[in-house]
């Protein structure tokens, strides 16, 4: 993103549209548990009360983790993996890939990006990815949410089938469900978390603590981890609820957030934390390491191919 080298052939917009989708397809596939378990303690609350107190406790991330092995198999980890995947692929791509040409039209081509333009960019690649991603986040969100019954039986039989079956039984306006407080969640955490690890990183090389190599983008990328968990927990537990509630619980983001405060207490906005922020920071270490070292591994077979023999 930043620091490149003086040497070094800055990558293109193409190749850092494509490596952000893959770097944050490889994110989720060694993360996902993580979610899973995150999700499930999000709606924890919420499942209990539908069920009259009788639905199943999760006790924190491992526990989570433990109790859906033994109830429902190690496969249940991996529920909506197809339609994370789909979504990192749209989703990533526009709010990390386009967020260094973002900034540049803001600072109209100027080197030196203030903290505005990079929040004015994080901002506006997030709720361009939303617009592009949000029926793959409500499948993904369902199928995690959702347990095998005693009986076999499932909300959804397969990726597609939820596609078909949420447009069928909700409308096409059901696969946009949460879209606002997706947009505003997307807003949030792509500002914590590409701002975030954009100024460590730029104050990294600043102070010469370290080079533009691995080490540096770990640390960058733990701590705009931990900033986007404290930042986005709230809006990412309302986000959770509301995707995942049938028709007519909710009337809207805010009843749902007003009913959980109502019902729940503040501390629901926090349910799942530590899940989120395992999840977050191991993701933005993985996905912004492997970003990195795609795009110079891309750029560098660029140059081969164009430098003649």
Same mark, same amino acid.
């Given at each position: 993103?930043?620091?490149?080298?003086?040497?070094?052939?800055?990558?293109?917009?193409?190749?850092?549209?494509?490596?952000?989708?893959?770097?944050a397809?490889?994110?989720?596939?060694?993360?996902?548990?993580?979610?899973?378990?995150?999700?499930?303690?999000q709606?924890?609350?919420?499942?209990?009360?539908?069920?009259?107190?009788?639905?199943?406790?999760?006790?924190?991330?491992?526990?989570?983790?433990?109790?859906?092995?033994?109830?429902?198999?190690?496969?249940?980890?991996?529920?909506?993996?197809?339609?994370?995947?789909?979504?990192?692929?749209?989703?990533?791509?526009?709010?990390?890939?386009?967020?260094?040409?973002?900034?540049?039209?803001?600072?109209?081509?100027?080197?030196?990006?203030?903290?505005?333009?990079?929040?004015?960019?994080?901002?506006?690649?997030?709720?361009?990815?939303v617009?592009? !991603?949000? +029926?793959? @986040? &409500? =499948? /993904?969100? %369902? *199928?995690?949410?959702?347990?095998?019954?005693?009986?076999?039986?499932?909300?959804?039989?397969?990726?597609?089938?939820?596609?078909?079956?949420?447009?069928?039984?909700?409308?096409?306006?059901?696969?946009?469900?949460?879209?606002?407080?997706?947009?505003?969640?997307?807003?949030?955490?792509?500002?914590?978390?590409?701002?975030?690890?954009?100024?460590?990183?730029?104050?990294?090389?600043?102070?010469?603590?370290?080079?533009?190599?691995?080490?540096?983008?770990?640390?960058a990328?733990?701590?705009?981890g931990?900033?986007?968990?404290?930042? !986005?927990? +709230?809006? @990412? &537990? =309302? /986000?959770? %609820? *509301?995707?995942?509630?049938?028709?007519?619980?909710?009337?809207?983001?805010?009843?749902?957030?007003?009913?959980?405060?109502?019902?729940?207490?503040?501390?629901?906005?926090?349910?799942?934390?530590?899940?989120?922020?395992?999840?977050?920071?191991?993701?933005?270490?993985?996905?912004?390491?492997s970003y990195?070292?795609?795009?110079?591994?891309?750029?560098?077979?660029?140059?081969?191919?164009?430098?003649?023999?």
């Amino acid at each position: 993103m930043v620091g490149m080298k003086p040497t070094d052939l800055a990558p293109t917009a193409t190749v850092k549209f494509f490596g952000a989708g893959t770097a944050a397809c490889i994110a989720d596939l060694v993360t996902f548990p993580l979610d899973t378990a995150k999700v499930r303690l999000q709606i924890q609350g919420e499942a209990r009360a539908a069920e009259g107190g009788k639905g199943m406790k999760y006790k924190g991330v491992f526990g989570t983790i433990t109790t859906m092995v033994k109830m429902e198999g190690p496969r249940s980890l991996y529920n909506g993996l197809v339609a994370g995947l789909q979504r990192q692929m749209s989703f990533a791509s526009v709010r990390i890939g386009l967020y260094d040409s973002m900034k540049q039209f803001y600072t109209r081509g100027s080197e030196n990006a203030g903290i505005v333009s990079r929040l004015m960019a994080g901002c506006t690649t997030g709720a361009m990815a939303v617009a592009f !991603a949000q +029926p793959t @986040d &409500v =499948v /993904k969100v %369902r *199928f995690q949410a959702q347990v095998r019954l005693t009986d076999g039986v499932r909300r959804y039989n397969g990726t597609m089938d939820a596609y078909r079956t949420i447009a069928r039984d909700e409308g096409v306006r059901g696969l946009w469900k949460g879209c606002m407080p997706n947009i505003t969640r997307n807003a949030i955490v792509n500002c914590a978390e590409l701002v975030t690890y954009d100024i460590i990183k730029d104050l990294i090389l600043k102070y010469d603590l370290m080079t533009d190599n691995l080490p540096c983008h770990f640390t960058a990328a733990f701590g705009a981890g931990f900033c986007t968990t404290i930042v !986005a927990s +709230p809006v @990412d &537990v =309302v /986000k959770t %609820r *509301f995707m995942n509630s049938s028709p007519g619980q909710y009337s809207s983001a805010i009843n749902c957030a007003l009913t959980m405060l109502t019902k729940e207490g503040p501390t629901a906005f926090y349910k799942g934390f530590m899940p989120s922020f395992l999840r977050l920071g191991s993701w933005n270490i993985v996905m912004f390491v492997s970003y990195e070292q795609i795009k110079r591994a891309v750029t560098r077979a660029q140059q081969s191919w164009e430098s003649p023999i």
